[in-house]
């Protein structure tokens, strides 16, 4: 089966999107009461994604998606750590609910109500309520709340700590994800997702978080940001410092999904990266939609280029399917109820 | 002839480190009187390159290199403007005397004393001395002068227009080059070198800037950080958003490097960027030394993946001579006037 990592509900319901916008309204007016969603039908759900995520992955032959609420919606530049609460509560529910309408094609991964340098207590929370009582298999950590000001810790540094510690009880992986910038030296789409993958992977190269956290796992997205494309770059400057080689050392913890838009680069990220630590994903419909006119594909059907780019039927399995089940353990568990 | 535009004055003498010293040191003590430069000779000038850069340059094969003070080293986040007016002016000084003592091999390429959105008048007199009194042929302009803050406008802003109208007039193109991170979120040389260059390209995508400044030439150093590699995601974002095609918008305006660690990071880079937009460099002793203990091949020894990318002799030599010429229009009066 085909599992495409990294989809996000791009298409929900309007409603959604008119409370984020009370919400934000109300934190002009403290005075004001929270508000509340107005509600989705099932049906409205239905229709938010058949003729659209659904419809795209079918067509494409993939099966099952991991579906998060919308990357640049998370907005975790918002600082007040009750609104931000209510806001992944809301996107994370609606996602869930998605995943119950259509159990064989989407497993829900979460969003965290993380803000600027905030206390990790809520976000924790909501890991455990999405995870122990919703049944998501992942979560979206965002490294840089603050939107492109770069305000926090590293991810190697203990401030994250108590996040991971109830990641590997909880058994499920992380993939690093930013939202919007608020920097305007930085696109959200053409820099700062790109740049966010790269810093995290250094970061990853000058500690030894692993050490301490072995059962933790991250995936990162848009396959890797400039990371495979500067391999060799990473390989000597991780031993100019003295630290060991990325591919061992990152070996059981980081992985790259496939969201590279043309062929030369998927071909380069599966010749420089192991299989073993790459997932399929599209992202879609994501940040690049539309038909490549010089070649007459969509730019984000990445299983085209995966098909193309020369991997042994062993390793198509590993990153279609048996990398994703061993990177999420409780999707395997998911899929093996299903009997799939 | 093989030129190498992306080198730097990594091994100066301990003379311009002392006088850096100094110079930070004063800023805690503001009564004190400002620092001098202790007397540098030439032969400490020469004996700091020959056994170096000029040494590895020709055991490699090539012939001339665009040699600039160290990238890590210019500091523009220190925001003294005169701090940095005499920083860039001893640093742009001793590179200029190893130009002149090795003419055939080395030209140089200017530091400028930008602070975090300072005012650009001294900026653009040092412009104007190197280049106008002193035969440099192009500068380094920092996009992030807070070091990883990102706190300055994109290149694209008004803010930087008076220094393009001087790049224009003197026909000198920029490397877009940051200095050392201050922003613990990202390395210097594994992740805010790299960020720089994708930032900036999605930058200049997002925006007209050559049709309002057709001769202003800007080179994008790294192999231009994650763009390449990311090239379909480049072309379907600006497809999105309704701007040209990036090869066709930048084609006279924006170059790629080759300062990219590995074969098939190479490989991708001349797959996906017409050879009319790549200039050969190494980046050499700079930031990734040593020897891969895979291949026994140096990291940065970038002609060697030129070499073998598969390119024709026509396009070769645009890669390692002629676009070089055409970028930098001085160093192609300089190399004419010495009969190359």
Chains 1, 2 share one sequence.
Not at 145 to 169: A, I, Q, R
Not at 173 to 179: E, G, K, R
């Amino acid at each position: 089966m085909i599992i495409d990592c990294h989809g996000h509900y791009t298409t929900a319901p309007p409603q959604l999107a008119a409370f984020r916008e009370a919400q934000l309204a109300r934190l002009d007016e403290p005075g004001r009461a929270a508000p509340a969603m107005a509600p989705v039908t099932d049906d409205a759900l239905r229709e938010s994604v058949v003729n659209h995520q659904l419809k795209v992955l079918r067509e494409r032959g993939g099966d099952l998606m991991l579906f998060s609420p919308k990357a640049s919606g998370m907005e975790h530049h918002v600082t007040d750590p009750e609104t931000a609460r209510a806001w992944a509560e809301a996107s994370n529910d609606l996602v869930h609910r998605v995943s119950l309408l259509f159990p064989e094609h989407f497993a829900a991964v979460c969003q965290l109500p993380q803000t600027p340098n905030g206390p990790l207590d809520g976000v924790i929370a909501e890991l455990r309520r999405c995870v122990g009582e919703l049944g998501f298999v992942g979560c979206n950590l965002n490294p840089d709340p603050s939107g492109g000001h770069w305000t926090s810790p590293p991810l190697t540094d203990p401030y994250w700590f108590p996040l991971y510690e109830v990641m590997e009880d909880l058994g499920v992986p992380a993939m690093v994800h930013v939202s919007s910038s608020c920097n305007p030296a930085f696109h959200t789409l053409g820099a700062h997702y790109l740049n966010a993958d790269t810093s995290v992977f250094m970061q990853l190269v000058q500690a030894d978080l692993f050490g301490r956290f072995p059962g933790l796992r991250f995936v990162v997205p848009h396959g890797g940001g400039a990371v495979p494309y500067h391999w060799g770059r990473y390989r000597g400057l991780a031993m100019r410092m003295g630290r060991p080689d990325p591919a061992e050392h990152l070996r059981n913890n980081v992985f790259f999904d496939t969201c590279v838009y043309h062929q030369p680069g998927v071909d380069l990220l599966t010749q420089v990266v192991d299989a073993g630590n790459i997932l399929f994903a599209s992202e879609m419909l994501g940040a690049v939609r539309g038909v490549d006119p010089a070649t007459g594909i969509a730019w984000d059907d990445t299983k085209g280029y995966v098909d193309g780019a020369g991997l042994t039927a062993e390793q198509l399995a590993m990153v279609y399917e048996t990398n994703a089940r061993r990177v999420y353990p409780r999707l395997d568990a998911l899929l093996t109820a299903q009997g799939r």
